[in-house]
Protein backbone atom coordinates (compact mmCIF):
# COMPACT_ATOMS: atom_id res chain seq x y z
CA UNK A 1 0.00 0.00 0.00
CA UNK A 2 3.16 2.34 0.87
CA UNK A 3 4.41 1.52 -2.69
CA UNK A 4 1.16 2.71 -4.48
CA UNK A 5 1.05 6.02 -2.33
CA UNK A 6 4.80 6.51 -3.44
CA UNK A 7 4.25 5.99 -6.90
CA UNK A 8 0.92 8.54 -7.41
CA UNK A 9 2.99 10.98 -5.55
CA UNK A 10 5.95 11.03 -7.57
CA UNK A 11 3.97 10.94 -10.93
CA UNK A 12 1.89 14.24 -9.36
CA UNK A 13 5.67 15.89 -8.64
CA UNK A 14 6.47 14.73 -12.32
CA UNK A 15 3.26 15.88 -13.84
CA UNK A 16 3.22 19.18 -11.96
CA UNK A 17 7.08 19.97 -12.67
CA UNK A 18 5.96 19.12 -16.41
CA UNK A 19 3.13 22.01 -15.91
CA UNK A 20 5.49 24.59 -14.19
CA UNK A 21 8.12 23.80 -17.08
CA UNK A 22 5.59 24.93 -19.83
CA UNK A 23 3.80 27.29 -18.35
CA UNK A 24 0.12 26.68 -17.33
CA UNK A 25 -1.59 28.54 -20.48
CA UNK A 26 0.32 26.25 -22.55
CA UNK A 27 -1.07 23.45 -20.74
CA UNK A 28 -4.67 24.61 -21.42
CA UNK A 29 -4.19 25.14 -25.00
CA UNK A 30 -2.42 21.81 -25.48
CA UNK A 31 -5.43 20.01 -23.57
CA UNK A 32 -8.43 22.07 -25.26
CA UNK A 33 -6.36 21.20 -28.79
CA UNK A 34 -7.04 17.22 -27.89
CA UNK A 35 -10.69 17.59 -27.67
CA UNK A 36 -12.30 15.25 -30.23
CA UNK A 37 -12.91 16.65 -33.63
CA UNK A 38 -16.14 18.36 -34.46
CA UNK A 39 -15.97 17.84 -38.33
CA UNK A 40 -15.92 14.46 -40.06
CA UNK A 41 -12.16 14.12 -41.30
CA UNK A 42 -12.16 14.56 -44.99
CA UNK A 43 -11.01 10.96 -45.74
CA UNK A 44 -14.55 9.72 -44.36
CA UNK A 45 -16.32 12.01 -45.70
CA UNK A 46 -18.65 11.27 -49.06
CA UNK A 47 -17.27 12.87 -52.17
CA UNK A 48 -19.99 14.25 -54.61
CA UNK A 49 -18.97 13.37 -58.43
CA UNK A 50 -17.07 16.08 -60.57
CA UNK A 51 -18.96 18.09 -63.20
CA UNK A 52 -16.22 18.48 -66.15
CA UNK A 53 -16.73 22.30 -66.52
CA UNK A 54 -15.37 23.21 -70.30
CA UNK A 55 -13.10 25.96 -70.14
CA UNK A 56 -14.38 29.50 -69.72
CA UNK A 57 -15.25 31.48 -72.86
CA UNK A 58 -14.23 34.19 -74.23
CA UNK A 59 -17.73 36.44 -74.26
CA UNK A 60 -17.62 36.89 -78.29
CA UNK A 61 -16.89 33.74 -78.92
CA UNK A 62 -20.40 32.69 -76.25
CA UNK A 63 -21.77 35.50 -78.32
CA UNK A 64 -21.19 33.38 -81.74
CA UNK A 65 -21.85 29.64 -79.67
CA UNK A 66 -25.28 31.40 -78.76
CA UNK A 67 -26.51 32.43 -82.46
CA UNK A 68 -24.87 29.56 -83.74
CA UNK A 69 -27.78 27.44 -81.58
CA UNK A 70 -30.25 30.01 -82.08
CA UNK A 71 -29.78 29.67 -86.16
CA UNK A 72 -29.28 25.96 -85.62
CA UNK A 73 -32.78 25.26 -84.07
CA UNK A 74 -34.77 27.60 -86.29
CA UNK A 75 -33.34 25.50 -89.32
CA UNK A 76 -34.29 22.18 -87.70
CA UNK A 77 -37.34 23.02 -87.20
CA UNK A 78 -37.94 24.33 -90.57
CA UNK A 79 -36.43 20.76 -92.19
CA UNK A 80 -32.76 21.92 -92.85
CA UNK A 81 -31.65 19.19 -90.71
CA UNK A 82 -27.94 18.82 -93.19
CA UNK A 83 -27.00 22.61 -92.21
CA UNK A 84 -28.07 22.79 -88.41
CA UNK A 85 -26.27 19.82 -88.28
CA UNK A 86 -23.04 21.76 -90.51
CA UNK A 87 -23.72 24.83 -87.83
CA UNK A 88 -23.94 23.01 -84.77
CA UNK A 89 -20.66 20.90 -85.45
CA UNK A 90 -19.03 24.18 -86.42
CA UNK A 91 -19.92 25.60 -82.78
CA UNK A 92 -18.35 22.50 -81.17
CA UNK A 93 -15.09 23.15 -83.10
CA UNK A 94 -15.03 26.77 -81.17
CA UNK A 95 -14.48 24.75 -77.96
CA UNK A 96 -11.39 22.95 -79.46
CA UNK A 97 -9.91 24.80 -81.72
CA UNK A 98 -11.44 28.31 -82.11
CA UNK A 99 -10.34 29.58 -85.36
CA UNK A 100 -11.06 25.91 -87.05
CA UNK A 101 -14.09 26.65 -85.73
CA UNK A 102 -14.67 29.98 -86.91
CA UNK A 103 -13.75 29.16 -90.53
CA UNK A 104 -16.34 26.10 -90.31
CA UNK A 105 -18.74 28.51 -89.41
CA UNK A 106 -18.14 30.79 -92.41
CA UNK A 107 -17.93 27.83 -94.99
CA UNK A 108 -21.79 26.62 -93.05
CA UNK A 109 -23.12 30.20 -93.51
CA UNK A 110 -22.36 29.80 -97.11
CA UNK A 111 -24.46 27.39 -97.75
CA UNK A 112 -27.65 28.68 -96.01
CA UNK A 113 -27.43 31.27 -98.91
CA UNK A 114 -29.11 28.51 -100.63
CA UNK A 115 -31.67 27.89 -98.37
CA UNK A 116 -34.73 29.26 -99.65
CA UNK A 117 -38.17 29.47 -97.43
CA UNK A 118 -41.52 30.55 -98.95
CA UNK A 119 -43.26 32.28 -96.34
CA UNK A 120 -41.73 35.90 -96.28
CA UNK A 121 -41.96 36.02 -91.79
CA UNK A 122 -39.74 33.57 -92.04
CA UNK A 123 -37.43 34.34 -94.13
CA UNK A 124 -36.90 37.83 -92.68
CA UNK A 125 -36.51 35.96 -89.39
CA UNK A 126 -33.96 33.89 -91.00
CA UNK A 127 -32.21 36.79 -92.43
CA UNK A 128 -31.89 38.12 -89.40
CA UNK A 129 -30.27 34.81 -87.76
CA UNK A 130 -27.70 34.59 -90.13
CA UNK A 131 -26.82 38.67 -90.08
CA UNK A 132 -26.42 37.66 -86.19
CA UNK A 133 -24.17 34.92 -86.28
CA UNK A 134 -22.18 36.91 -89.59
CA UNK A 135 -21.38 39.92 -87.09
CA UNK A 136 -20.75 37.80 -84.22
CA UNK A 137 -18.22 35.46 -86.09
CA UNK A 138 -16.99 38.80 -87.65
CA UNK A 139 -16.45 40.51 -84.52
CA UNK A 140 -14.26 37.12 -83.09
CA UNK A 141 -12.25 37.39 -86.24
CA UNK A 142 -11.37 40.84 -85.80
CA UNK A 143 -10.56 40.40 -82.34
CA UNK A 144 -8.58 37.09 -83.12
CA UNK A 145 -7.30 39.15 -85.56
CA UNK A 146 -7.52 36.28 -87.84
CA UNK A 147 -8.86 38.67 -90.91
CA UNK A 148 -7.29 41.94 -91.50
CA UNK A 149 -8.94 44.98 -89.70
CA UNK A 150 -10.93 47.26 -92.61
CA UNK A 151 -9.56 50.66 -92.82
CA UNK A 152 -12.16 53.58 -92.39
Known amino acids: MLDAVVVIVVGL ?3 SGVIVMLGPRSVWRRL ?3 RRPSRVPAVFQVVGTRDVVPPALNPKTQRVVVASARLANWLR ?3 HEDVAREIRGAAGRLVGNEPAGLYA ?3 AMRRIRVV ?3 DSG ?3 RLKALVSELRTA ?3 RFEQLEL ?3 RKP
Open 105 to 107: LQT
Open 77 to 79: LHG
Open 137 to 139: VQD
Open 32 to 34: RSL
Open 147 to 149: LPF
Open 116 to 118: NIS
Open 13 to 15: LLV
Open 122 to 124: SQE
